[in-house]
T-cell receptor, first 113, second 115 residues
Framework: QKEVEQDPGPLSVPEGAIVSLNCTYSNSAFQYFMWYRQYSRKGPELLMYTYSSGNKEDGRFTAQVDKSSKYISLFIRDSQPSDSATYLCAMSVVGTSYDKVIFGPGTSLSVIP | NAGVTQTPKFRVLKTGQSMTLLCAQD?????MYWYRQDPGMGLRLIHY???????AKGEVPDGYNVSRLKKQNFLLGLESAAPSQTSVYFC??????????????FGQGTRLTVV
C-alpha cells in the first residue's frame, strides 16, 4: 500500500462546479498537510496547507482534514478554467524536514468553459 | 526575480550517455532538492543539500550524483543513463528545512528521455 494515494483522474467539470479532490494516507503520524497546484509543463506551487484536523478556507479553496479516517480533501468552489491543473497533496510529520515530505501522485483537473 | 531555474528544459539521451542537470536559485536559500516525477507516482526525492558543500541521499538516489559547490547552484548528474531514468526532474529550494516554516519553490522541470 502506498503511503499517500490519490485518484489520478482526469476529472472534468463544467465551469462553476464545485470540485472535490481527495487523498488518503496510511501513516497516522502525519499532521501537516499541503496542497500543491501544478500547471501543465510547470513546477508545483504551494496552494494551501493545514495542520492536524479541521478546515481552512482561502477564497474559493477549502482544505479539510479528517485524521480519524486518514483522509484529506481540497474543495474548489465556482471552479474556473484557470483552475485546470494537476493537484498534488503532500504531508509530513510535524517537526520533520522537507526530505521526509511524502507527495501524492496528483489528480488532473479540467474545468470546461 | 527568476526564482528557481533549471537547465536544460528538454533532453534526449542514449542509454549509457552522461549528462548534468543544472539548478540555479537566486533567493539565497540554504536548502535545495532534486525530485523526479513519474506518472502514477508522487514526487520522489533523489538527493538534497542542506548548504553549500553538502549533499545527502533521498528516497531514490541510485544512478545519480549531485554537487553543491556554490550556494546558488545544485547539479544533478547521470553518469550512465538508463531508460528507467526517463522522467521529469524538478529542482526545489527552501529557506528553512521545515515545511511548516517556509514554502519550497520549484523550478519548471527538465523532461529527460533515455532511449
Amino acid at each position: 500500500q502506498k503511503e499517500v494515494e490519490q485518484d489520478p483522474g482526469p476529472l472534468s467539470v463544467p465551469e462553476g462546479a464545485i470540485v472535490s479532490l481527495n487523498c488518503t494516507y496510511s501513516n497516522s503520524a502525519f499532521q501537516y498537510f499541503m496542497w500543491y497546484r501544478q500547471y501543465s509543463r510547470k513546477g508545483p506551487e504551494l496552494l494551501m496547507y493545514t495542520y492536524s484536523s479541521g478546515n481552512k478556507e482561502d477564497g474559493r479553496f477549502t482544505a479539510q482534514v479528517d485524521k480519524s479516517s486518514k483522509y484529506i480533501s481540497l474543495f474548489i468552489r465556482d471552479s474556473q478554467p484557470s483552475d485546470s491543473a494537476t493537484y498534488l497533496c503532500a504531508m509530513s510529520v510535524v517537526g520533520t524536514s522537507y526530505d521526509k515530505v511524502i507527495f501524492g501522485p496528483g489528480t488532473s483537473l479540467s474545468v470546461i468553459p | 526575480n527568476a526564482g528557481v531555474t533549471q537547465t536544460p528544459k528538454f533532453r534526449v539521451l542514449k542509454t549509457g550517455q552522461s549528462m548534468t542537470l543544472l539548478c540555479a536559485q537566486d533567493m539565497n536559500h540554504e536548502y535545495m532538492y532534486w525530485y523526479r516525477q513519474d506518472p502514477g507516482m508522487g514526487l520522489r526525492l533523489i538527493h538534497y543539500s542542506v548548504g553549500e558543500g553538502t549533499t545527502a541521499k533521498g528516497e531514490v538516489p541510485d544512478g545519480y550524483n549531485v554537487s553543491r559547490l556554490k550556494k546558488q547552484n545544485f547539479l544533478l548528474g547521470l553518469e550512465s543513463a538508463a531508460p528507467s531514468q526517463t522522467s521529469v526532474y524538478f529542482c526545489a529550494s527552501s529557506y528553512d528545512p521545515n515545511p511548516m516554516n517556509t514554502e519550497a519553490f520549484f523550478g519548471q522541470g527538465t523532461r529527460l528521455t533515455v532511449v
